[in-house]
Each structure stands twice: as C-alpha cells, then as structure tokens.
C-alpha cells in the first residue's frame, strides 16, 4: 500500500474534487430520506445572537439547575416512566456507538499504520479513504438513533403536560402523544444530533503542525463564531421539543420556540448555562476517564506493528463514554426537558393559550416504517459488505487512485 504525500496542491485539489462529487452522489441517491430532516428553523440561531442581551450574558450557576431538581424528582417519583424513557435514551445512545464502531473495525491495522506514516511524513488528508464513508456511517448512526431519542424525550415533556393537567400518565399514553408528532420530532432531534456532535468534534483539543500565527489567529476565530452560534441555538431552540409535544411542526415549533425565549430569556439563559457547565463537567471527566482507560491499557494499546491499535482504543472508549452519557441522559437531561416545559407551561399561561396533547400515534406509523427499513438496510450493509466493495475502500490506502 502506498500513501501519496498530499502536500502537493494538484494532488489535495483532485482529492477536494473526488469528495466532492462523490457527496453529491451520496446525497441524491438518499434524498427521499433525506428531504425529511432538512433543517427549516436555520434562522433561530440567527435571531437569537442578534439579540441585544447575547452581549451582557448573565452568568449560570450550577444552583439555577439543581434547584429544579426537586419538582423533576418530584414529577419522577410519580411518574416513573420519565427515568424508564432515559434509561431507554442511554441504551440507544450507546447502540449507536457501537454500530459506529462496526464499520471502524472494518478499517484493517495496515491502513492506519499507513496513515501513521503519511501523518509522520508531513502528509494532508491521509486519513481521506477512512474519513469519508465513517462520517456517511456516523450521519446514518445518528439519524437511526435520533428517531428512538425523539420519541422518548418528547414521551418526557407528555408526562409533565399531563400531570399539569391532572390527567393520568401512563407509558402506553406519554409514547401514543410522543408518536403523534414522530416526524417532527425525529427531525429536529436529528438535526440537533448532528449539530451538538460536529460542535463536540470541533472542540476536541488539536493543534495543526506547521500553523503560522496569522492562521492560528483565524482559527480560533473562526473556532469562537461557531461557539457562539452553536450556543444560540441551543438557547433559541429551547421550546421547540414543548412545541412539538403539543402537536406542531418543526417550522411552527421554530417560531413558538422564538416568542418563548424572548419571554423568558432570562430564566432559559440561566438554566442553559448552568446545564451546560455541568455537562462539560461530565465531558471533561470522561475526557479524563479516556486518558485513564489508554494508561491502563499499556501495550494494548498498540498494534503489532507498534503503531496505534485505532480499533481496540475506541472499543474501550466505551467505558468512559458509556458512564458520561449515563449521567447526562438518565439524570441530567430529564431534569432540563421537565424545567423546559415547566417554564413553557408558563410560558402558554402568560398567553392564555391551552396547551393539548395530540393523540393519533398512527401518524407516527409511516415514520416507524422508514426507521425499521433503515435499521434493515444497515442490517443489509452489514452483512454485505464484501459484495458491495466497502471492505475494499476501507482496506485501501491508495489516495490518488481511489
């Protein structure tokens, strides 16, 4: 196998142009799918930094959160099936990792010792050949696991809907309300799913070799606009899951998300903040967890070769990520989805509209089919992978001939 040295720019141009037409095959051959979960509410975050309060933000303190544990306890101790659906959040989670990690281990030692030596080489886009069908793998993970994640966080703000209304909550009547809106509700937390783990990936510690002070410059620069973004739109989509669990779609849901923040900036700004600088505690723990994991390792950590082993270091990831995303999404998420629709119910009073529940799971029917076609046909992937030449493109380290 032979890695060509991409630092001559007729060589990284040919590459930009390979990966660019095969996107635009990818993405039309998936676009009667795809034209499901196209992001409609783009200008949230547009909106929410020209706000003239982004400028002074009010500091979140870890107290603006814990102090609406009590009523999610609360809410929890009577309705038990608010933490089943964030056990079932986690499982999901963690199966998308692992079905990620399947096609990494497709990817044979040798490739990544080539990959080795091109990077030690000085090389650009060594990893190219192994880059694009993994973010494809990741993009497809994500949508299969946005769908169960959607309906379990929105079965969540049902519960609490209910219980406002003192209406019993059961499992069967959250996930028949949560299934009424399974379209709207697996798109946005598609799109969200994609945003927060570009924006994981984006912050991740990396420093370019041979980076000139102006280009450092730039991308810190750039690096703290995508920030800023980013944490606008988590803020100004605070009330779309609210928005959805009562029945709407994802641009009406967009826009009622707007009016509500803008009425409760201060209180959703707090909670955000304070839920966030938890959460990255959370992440800077499994970060540290990683490190621990790799020291205990050893030697395993590297192949025979006396490279890294890339394969067998993210199949013990799953230690630390599994334990991070267990106490996000099992404690610390029910807790800000229950405060979220608490301050939209609010939020509905303030307006002296009546919130109502949706009750006609057989639209989520066809959203149900499509999922089970596509877990077939990763199934199919799977299984096939031979045949259809992707054990081929994942073996090969070859750039400029693929």
């Known amino acids: 196998m032979k890695v060509v040295n991409t630092t001559d720019p007729?060589?990284?141009?040919?590459?930009?142009?390979?990966?660019?037409?095969?996107?635009?095959?990818?993405?039309?051959?998936?676009?009667?799918?795809?034209?499901?979960?196209?992001?409609?509410?783009?200008?949230?975050?547009?909106?929410?930094?020209?706000?003239?309060?982004?400028?002074?933000?009010?500091?979140?303190?870890?107290?603006?959160?814990?102090?609406?544990?009590?009523?999610?306890?609360?809410?929890?101790?009577?309705?038990?099936e608010i933490f089943l659906f964030g056990l079932m959040q986690w499982v999901f989670v963690l199966l998308a990792y692992i079905l990620w990690l399947q096609m990494l281990s497709w990817i044979p030692q040798p490739v990544w010792d080539e990959v080795a030596t091109c990077i030690d080489n000085g090389g650009e886009n060594c990893t190219v050949l192994a880059d694009i069908p993994l973010a494809l793998w990741g993009w497809f993970c994500i949508l299969l696991a946005a769908f169960p994640i959607g309906i379990f966080s929105s079965a969540m703000g049902a519960a609490h809907f209910m219980h406002k209304q003192k209406m019993e909550s059961t499992t069967i009547k959250c996930l028949q309300a949560s299934l009424s809106n399974a379209w709207t509700s697996w798109s946005f937390h598609f799109?969200?799913?994609?945003?927060?783990?570009?924006?994981?990936?984006?912050?991740?510690?990396?420093?370019?070799?041979?980076?000139?002070?102006?280009?450092?410059?730039?991308?810190?620069?750039?690096?703290?606009?995508?920030?800023?973004?980013?944490?606008?739109?988590?803020?100004?989509?605070?009330?779309?899951?609210?928005?959805?669990?009562?029945?709407?779609?994802?641009?009406?849901?967009?826009?009622?998300?707007?009016?509500?923040?803008?009425?409760?900036?201060?209180?959703?700004?707090?909670?955000?903040?304070?839920?966030?600088?938890?959460?990255?505690?959370?992440?800077?723990?499994?970060y540290l967890g990683a490190i621990m994991v790799m020291f205990f390792m050893g030697d395993g950590v590297y192949s025979n070769s006396g490279n890294l082993d890339v394969v067998k270091i993210y199949q013990y990831m799953i230690i630390p990520i599994g334990i991070a995303a267990m106490v996000v999404m099992i404690f610390l998420r029910p807790v800000y989805i229950l405060t979220l629709c608490n301050l939209y119910s609010d939020f509905l009073e303030s307006?002296?509209?009546?919130?109502?529940?949706?009750?006609?799971?057989?639209?989520?029917?066809?959203?149900?089919?499509?999922?089970?076609?596509?877990?077939?046909?990763?199934?199919?992937?799977?299984?096939?992978?031979?045949?259809?030449?992707?054990?081929?493109i994942l073996s090969a380290a070859n750039i400029t001939n693929s």
């Not at 066809?366 to 799977?382: P, Q, S, W």
């Open 351 to 392: 307006t002296d509209e009546k919130p109502i529940l949706p009750n006609d799971p057989s639209v989520g029917k066809k959203a149900l089919y499509v999922f089970a076609f596509m877990c077939l046909l990763m199934i199919l992937v799977i299984i096939f992978r031979d045949e259809i030449g992707l054990t081929e």
């Open 191 to 286: 799109i969200d799913g994609w945003i927060t783990v570009r924006q994981i990936l984006r912050r991740l510690p990396k420093e370019p070799e041979h980076e000139l002070d102006y280009q450092r410059k730039l991308r810190l620069i750039r690096l703290a606009k995508e920030e800023a973004l980013y944490y606008a739109w988590k803020i100004g989509t605070a009330g779309v899951l609210p928005s959805m669990v009562l029945g709407n779609n994802l641009l009406t849901s967009g826009k009622n998300s707007l009016k509500f923040v803008k009425a409760k900036f201060v209180d959703i700004l707090k909670l955000r903040a304070a839920y966030s600088s938890i959460c990255w505690v959370v992440g800077i723990a499994a």
């Open 10 to 80: 007729k060589v990284t141009e040919r590459n930009r142009k390979k990966i660019q037409e095969f996107n635009k095959r990818v993405s039309k051959f998936f676009y009667p799918i795809t034209k499901h979960f196209r992001n409609t509410i783009e200008f949230i975050s547009e909106d929410i930094s020209k706000m003239p309060e982004m400028e002074n933000l009010p500091k979140g303190n870890s107290k603006d959160f814990t102090s609406k544990v009590s009523y999610a306890l609360s809410l929890g101790m009577q309705e038990k």
